[in-house]
Nanobody
Framework: QVNVVESGGGLVQPGGSLRLSCEASGIIFGSNVMGWWRQPPGQQRELVADMYGGGTTRYGDSVKGRFTISRDNKKKSWYLQMNNLKPEDTAVYYC?????????WGQGTQVTASS
């Protein structure tokens, strides 16, 4: 079965950094889309970053220049480096893997940027 597990959330002060990790099992890393989404309190889930099989990336406007998505196909893992965190980045972050027309989600991890 497909399993997706993420880690790395936490509490940081504005301007700080965090690195989120996601690892998938029961999958094949090929021409698949992997990414990160987030859901701020009281808001809908929104795109943070996507990476396509060929390496093309897409970022939400609010995180461009601050967040970077990367992947390691051998480890079946992908990452989100978050720099210069702002209070408005506070949300539950979910990693996502798309395969065979289906989306598989991590359990979510809380990221809080606050003084």
């Amino acid at each position: 079965q497909v399993n997706v597990v993420e880690s790395g959330g936490g509490l940081v002060q504005p301007g700080g950094s965090l690195r989120l990790s996601c690892e998938a099992s029961g999958i094949i890393f090929g021409s698949n889309v992997m990414g990160w989404w987030r859901q701020p309190p009281g808001q809908q889930r929104e795109l943070v970053a996507d990476m396509y099989g060929g390496g093309t990336t897409r970022y939400g406007d609010s995180v461009k220049g601050r967040f970077t998505i990367s992947r390691d196909n051998k480890k079946k893992s992908w990452y989100l480096q978050m720099n210069n965190l702002k209070p408005e980045d506070t949300a539950v972050y979910y990693c996502k893997f798309s395969m065979g027309g289906n989306d598989y989600w991590g359990q979510g991890t809380q990221v809080t940027a606050s003084s």
